[in-house]
């Protein structure tokens, strides 16, 4: 789909051979309004950082916390009671994304233990 209100700042024509196979390149450069607005969202920053498993060992010890973590709190007993309960298909979402974000505290916890 093309805008017609997007401003073309630059385009560039890349040489034969330049990329994969005998396909010419486009370069096309569009100002950022043109795209998303004059006023873009705001980011949003991760709650959570992918765990280092450079570092050795790093990974297997964040997993077992996790995991004390989720059986202490029994979370596995928590995700079979819902789902095998007798409710409405909403109320088993809302149940579940409950549980959901409790999870994702559980990992951001984990993530400052490690």
Known sequence: MVKRDLAVTD????????????HRMFVVDFTTASIIGKSPPP???????????KIEGC????????EKLLHRHKHLVKLKSVTSAQMTTEEK?????????????YQRRVEKKC
Not at 43 to 53: C, G, S, Y
Not at 59 to 66: H, M, Q, S
Request: aromatic share 2%; hydrophobic share 40%; with cysteine.
């Open 93 to 105: 979402r809302r149940k579940l994304e409950l549980i959901d974000k409790e999870s994702g505290q």
């Open 43 to 53: 980011l949003i920053r991760p709650a959570a950082r992918r765990v280092n498993t």
């Open 11 to 22: 385009v560039c024509i890349m040489p034969v051979g330049y990329g994969v196979g005998d």
């Open 59 to 66: 990974a297997a010890k964040c997993n077992t916390v996790l």
